[in-house]
């Protein structure tokens, strides 16, 4: 047979190599996993995730993240679907293949000028700032600094002031009485059932310094807990006794869970702009809208075209554009 020239050749003489491993071609059309079940991520761990399925506490599963999710992060509070070995035996590892949109998401950096965001929680109804009257002593800086977070990102704050047994609140409850916050106290020798009435049937995370008895109320309020409680240094500055966030079942048929987050020394927001904050206040954001292009709403002499004055002594609401500009000097770091 007579050799052929390349302009004899067509498509038809073209040899297709075969696979390697002699398999198909993989497809680009993902599974829709429709017998994935529903689950809570309640702890995390070395790239893996514990999750209740269906909330159920005693129905709990740990999981791999699924290759196409790729590396979408995955925290504390996050709604997930779950497929493959969901019985939760010893031994057994199930995939998360989709994350459920957040209805809100505690962030911070470590301080305010890191890029970085840190995810604390998602999907937290409550923030609950723990704070102790003494011993360590309260810093209003951090607190409001929470607020601002829990402002920025959906969540309704709850003031939690420890130790009354040691110090009197009052002075601290007046301070936050415009903020129209919920503000509670607890004593080391009494239950503390009015915060767990606040925390039934709700998703709260907690946030602390150490020391302030944040582990030691997550021990009484769930017993099962046996977190880590650390005694207080001479100098005033409690020791990390809570190194990873978890979130805990509350007993009793209402439900309910506790996120303990590590205790923090500090709460960066430079993820946090004024708009965001501004839009936490119904009533004033949208007079916030006829502000000036970059205007920060603090007011003169920084800001002394900012239609807030304007909106406020003609409509009212003061106390709200104080408590709104309390919390922006601190988001800025000026009343630290």
């Known amino acids: 047979m007579a050799k052929r020239g390349w302009r004899d050749l067509d498509e038809s003489d073209v040899r ?23 689950g809570m ?9 514990t999750c209740a399925v269906d909330g159920n506490p005693r129905h709990q599963v740990v999981a791999m993240r699924a ?21 939760g035996e010893p031994d057994t590892l199930a995939r998360i293949v989709g994350v459920a949109e957040r209805s ?18 998602a999907n937290a109804e409550q923030l609950v700032i723990v704070s102790s009257l003494t011993d360590p002593p309260p810093r209003s800086g951090f607190i409001d600094r929470c607020l601002v977070a829990a402002y920025a ?9 420890t130790k009354a047994d040691l110090a009197a609140p009052e ?13 509670l106290t607890t004593r080391l020798d009494v ?40 005694r207080v240094s001479e100098v005033g500055k409690g020791r990390h006794t809570s190194t990873s966030a978890v979130a805990m079942a ?24 004024a708009d965001d904050l501004v839009d936490a206040f119904e009533d004033l954001a949208e007079a916030a809208e006829e502000c000036p292009p970059n205007c920060g709403h603090l007011g003169p002499p920084e800001d002394p075209d900012c239609h807030l004055d304007t909106f406020v002594a003609e409509e009212g609401h003061g106390a709200q554009l104080n408590s709104l500009r309390r919390l922006l000097r601190s988001r800025t770091g000026r009343d630290e």
């Not at 297709?16 to 529903?38: C, E, G, L, Y």
């Not at 999710?69 to 509070?77: A, E, F, N, S």
């Not at 809100?104 to 929680?121: G, I, K």
């Not at 002075?171 to 503000?183: C, D, Q």
């Open 67 to 87: 290759r196409e999710l790729g590396r979408t992060p995955i925290v504390i509070g996050d709604r997930v679907r779950l497929v493959g070995d969901t019985s």
């Open 250 to 273: 509350l007993p009793g048929a209402a439900g309910g869970w506790v996120v303990d987050t590590p205790g923090i020394r500090s709460f960066g927001l430079a993820h946090v702009t």
């Open 191 to 230: 239950e503390p059932t009015e915060l767990r009435a606040t925390l039934e049937g709700r998703v709260s995370a907690l946030v602390g310094h150490s020391g302030v008895g944040k582990s030691t109320l997550v021990n009484r309020l769930v017993p099962e807990a046996a977190r880590a409680i650390g």
């Open 104 to 121: 809100s998401v505690l962030r911070r950096t470590a301080d305010d000028t890191d890029p970085y965001e840190r995810v604390v929680v």
């Open 16 to 38: 297709v190599r075969p696979n390697r491993r002699n398999s198909r071609p993989r497809s680009k059309q993902r599974p829709t996993h429709s017998d994935a079940v529903v």
């Open 41 to 49: 991520v309640v702890a995390v761990d070395r790239g893996r995730w």
């Open 171 to 183: 002075e601290w409850i007046s301070g936050y009485a415009e903020l129209g916050i919920s503000v």
């Open 153 to 161: 990102g959906g969540l309704t704050p709850v003031l939690c002031l």
